[in-house]
Every structure is written in structure tokens, then in C-alpha cells.
Nanobody, 120 residues
Framework: QVQLVEFGGGLVQPGGFLRLSCAAS????????VHWYRQVPGLERVLVAS???????NYADSVKGRFTISRDNAKNTVYLQMSSLKPEDTAVYYC??????????????WGQGTQVTVSS
């Protein structure tokens, strides 16, 4: 069964950077629209960045100019490059993607989340 897996979370100092990765756990036909969300305990999950299958991107105002979402279609992997990190970026980051597991079969998946902590 295909799962969506995130990598790259951790502890970083304010002003630092991290790169998150999101990939399918098994072979798939394609990764379509992909979104990164984040969630702080007690609050709703918030959309951070999106990238379409053609590479068009969109960002939340709070991360514009600091985060970059990109994709490697050959690897069916999407990245979230985070720089100039602030304590308020601390959250669990989740990947959400429309995956074509086999041609003609499109389904939506969530990853398990990866913790990002920005603290000195």
C-alpha cells in the first residue's frame, strides 16, 4: 500500500534553514498537486505552500520570501526549503498530495508529519 512519507524535520536555531522532503513509499505513476501544511497543538492545520503538477506555486503570506516549494518529477518527490526560520514556524509539517498510483486512479494522501522546532 502506498504511503506518503516526509523527511527532514528537526531542531534549528532562529535564522537557520531546513529542507523537508515528501515522497511516495512505493512506485507510483505520478505525483500531481502537492501541498505542505503545518499544525501547532490546539490549532487548525494551516496551508503553507502548494505546487501544481506543472510547477505553479503558491505560498501563505507568513512564509513568502522565506520558503520555497519545488519538485523533482523524475523522483516523484516534493521539497520545502525553509530559510530565515522563526520560532513561530515551529509546528508539525504535513505533506498532502494527489497521487496517481496506477494510470487512471487518482487518490489523495496525507503523510504522517514531521516536527520542525525553531529555538535557540
Amino acid at each position: 500500500q502506498v504511503q506518503l512519507v516526509e523527511f527532514g524535520g528537526g531542531l534549528v536555531q532562529p535564522g537557520g534553514f531546513l529542507r523537508l522532503s515528501c515522497a511516495a513509499s512505493a512506485s507510483i505513476a505520478s505525483m500531481n498537486n502537492v501541498h505542505w501544511y503545518r499544525q501547532v497543538p490546539g490549532l487548525e492545520r494551516v496551508l503553507v505552500a502548494s505546487i501544481t503538477s506543472t510547477g505553479r506555486t503558491n505560498y501563505a503570506d507568513s512564509v513568502k520570501g522565506r520558503f520555497t516549494i519545488s519538485r523533482d518529477n523524475a523522483k516523484n518527490t516534493v521539497y520545502l526549503q525553509m530559510s530565515s526560520l522563526k520560532p513561530e514556524d515551529t509546528a508539525v509539517y504535513y505533506c498532502n498530495a494527489d497521487l496517481t498510483v496506477v494510470p487512471g486512479r487518482l487518490s489523495n494522501y496525507w503523510g504522517q508529519g514531521t516536527q520542525v522546532t525553531v529555538s535557540s
